[in-house]
């Protein structure tokens, strides 16, 4: 199970969180941060900013969980201190871009 299927609708929402022992968080954040996401005593909690549409909710989610799926949780908090954060997040946006592309074949 992973986000491949649940943009082809073979999952939903509710069924990635529960394989990824996920929550959903919406939260007043400032207004450059869609989201974000971490890991505490093993559950992955996906915060999202709660002013964004309903469309842009769902991108913020699927691009967090894109990080949880490609392992990257531990390694964003080793690296956070060299600032190659922005790597993570290319990282996830190519990944979703080449399962969009994937479901188009």
Known sequence: ??????????????????????????????LK??????????????????????????????HELAHIELSQLNQIDKDLAYLKVDKYEDEADKYIKMLLELIKE
Do not use: C, H, R, W
């Not at 199970?1 to 999952?11: A, H, R, Y």
């Not at 941060?33 to 989610?61: A, E, M, Q």
């Open 1 to 30: 199970m992973n986000l491949f299927n649940l943009i082809k609708g073979e999952v939903n929402q509710k069924e990635l969180l529960n394989y990824y022992n996920a929550t959903i968080i919406y939260e007043e954040l400032p």
């Open 33 to 62: 941060i869609n989201g974000y996401v971490f890991n505490y005593d093993g559950i992955n909690f996906i915060v999202v900013n709660k002013s964004l549409s309903y469309y842009k909710k769902k991108k913020t989610i699927i």
